[in-house]
T-cell receptor, first 112, second 115 residues
Framework: SQQGEEDPQALSIQEGENATMNCSYK?????LQWYRQNSGRGLVHLIL?????REKHSGRLRVTLDTSKKSSSLLITASRAADTASYFC????????????FGKGTTLSVSS | EPEVTQTPSHQVTQMGQEVILRCVPI?????FYWYRQILGQKVEFLVS????????KSEIFDDQFSVERPDGSNFTLKIRSTKLEDSAMYFC?????????????FGSGTQLSVL
């Protein structure tokens, strides 16, 4: 079934460094979304990029989308300890009304 | 900012018992979802609901599961006869627009433990 797969599974960096997480998916999509989950909490939407967009920015976040490679990346610049969380990409299956399917996530740990 | 609320935050039940997980979606949203996350694993889609009927469901959502919007504000997930493998965090979500075309707003989840 349609889903995103993130890599790496886990990433440990120092405060101030950049963190890059990648997501690959299998079929055509309308959009791709990134969510964040703090330990034991619900998911919080970070950013949505549509299939006709190549790059999008939101504060310290930069998302790219390459539909030819069926991949996306999330870059967090100048990371902070508070960025420690799991990050998930989520995709639809290219048809309106279908469910949003999540990948397995990347666990980011930022140490101060 | 409006938010999705879920109750209870923790639920412990015996295997074979029925449980009802409750959610209050954001008031002007029309589409409602349940997801679950087994500890340390990915977030799995269960069901989506629109206009008082199921619009899509996954293979996880078998006949032991049901959803209901009983009173125009609450959205519930019922598990008829719980199994050990139903232990997970269950998330409710809502959105103003159909499907995955816009972002979902998630509640904080109900941790279900089946003993």
């Amino acid at each position: 079934s349609q889903q995103g797969e993130e890599d790496p599974q886990a990433l440990s960096i120092q405060e101030g460094e950049n963190a890059t997480m990648n997501c690959s998916y299998k079929t055509s999509i309308n959009n791709l979304q990134w969510y964040r989950q703090n330990s034991g909490r619900g998911l919080v939407h970070l950013i949505l990029i549509r299939s006709n967009e190549r790059e999008k920015h939101s504060g310290r976040l930069r998302v790219t989308l390459d539909t030819s490679k069926k991949s996306s990346s999330l870059l967090i610049t100048a990371s902070r300890a508070a960025d420690t969380a799991s990050y998930f990409c989520a995709t639809d299956a290219g048809q309106a009304g279908t469910a949003l399917i999540f990948g397995k996530g990347t666990t980011l740990s930022v140490s101060s | 900012e409006p938010e999705v609320t879920q109750t209870p935050s923790h639920q412990v039940t015996q295997m074979g018992q029925e449980v009802i997980l409750r959610c209050v979606p954001i008031s002007n949203h029309l589409y409602f979802y349940w997801y679950r996350q087994i500890l340390g694993q990915k977030v799995e889609f269960l069901v989506s609901f629109y206009n008082n009927e199921i619009s899509e469901k996954s293979e996880i959502f078998d006949d032991q599961f049901s959803v209901e919007r009983p009173d125009g504000s609450n959205f519930t997930l019922k598990i008829r006869s719980t199994k050990l493998e139903d232990s997970a965090m269950y998330f409710c979500a809502s959105s103003p627009i159909q499907g995955a075309l816009e972002k979902l707003f998630f509640g904080s989840g109900t941790q279900l433990s089946v003993l």
